[in-house]
């Protein structure tokens, strides 16, 4: 039989999870811990947690997380996310969440770093007598305090309207490969940063709510 080192490090980061899952301070032996992540819940049960943890919870609500981790929800099987508080999303939060159909985001205001809503939106598709595919998105998202957008926010993401009101500036490669149908622009946007709609869907709408010549453009951008 093999040996498995578990050196002082790797307990003091199993630790650190158990705290920041259960919202305490105290402190763990190794021996304790087995049972301190059998009794870890999300606020809804021990039928939530599994849920999550196994890809069947379908709906989230939570009204008190204001900061999404890196990973947090991506590749999850949600199709309801309502997080009215949350203010700040890092990298790949929401990210392959290929069956959103109602995401509320009210407060969002930060994003930081890359890939935050790749992949994600739900859509059914069919093809027509030329074998072009025709996509019936379900999802909208409107985030209303976003400024600026990431690099690769959205890069290959399905969703049939994102609304962004006061956005001024879209990161490099932001919708780069997109499937998203309307993007629409708020009256305070201006820069457009190199590639930012690389490989977009042609037929998608962009919705301008200032005259093209008064937006800047990187290098190997365009409108």
Not at 19 to 39: V, W
Request: overall charge negative.
């Amino acid at each position: 039989m093999a040996n498995v080192v578990i050196n002082d490090t790797n307990l003091t980061n199993i630790a650190n999870a158990i705290r920041e899952k259960n919202g305490t301070t105290d402190t763990y032996k190794p021996s304790e811990m087995a049972d301190a992540i059998t009794n870890l819940s999300t606020g809804g049960g021990s039928d939530e947690l599994d849920a999550f943890v196994t890809g069947t919870l379908t709906e989230y609500r939570n009204s008190e997380l204001t900061d999404i981790r890196e990973y947090a929800f991506r590749g999850g099987g949600f199709e309801t996310l309502d997080l009215p508080n949350v203010n700040t999303a890092n990298a790949y939060a929401f990210s392959t969440c290929g069956r959103l159909k109602n995401i509320n985001l009210p407060n969002l205001t930060t994003l930081n770093g890359n890939y935050i809503f790749s992949g994600s939106g739900y859509y059914d598709s069919e093809y027509d007598a030329n074998y072009n595919m025709i996509m019936f998105r379900k999802c909208d998202l409107t985030l209303p305090k976003v400024t600026r957008l990431s690099q690769y926010c959205f890069q290959a993401a399905a969703f049939r309207v994102v609304s962004l009101p006061l956005l001024e500036t879209v990161g490099s490669y932001a919708f780069n490969n997109s499937y998203c149908a309307v993007v629409d622009l708020g009256p305070q946007f201006y820069y457009l940063m190199a590639n930012a709609f690389n490989g977009a869907m042609r037929n998608k709408a962009l919705v301008l709510r200032r005259t093209a010549d008064a937006v800047q453009c990187a290098a190997a951008s365009s409108i």
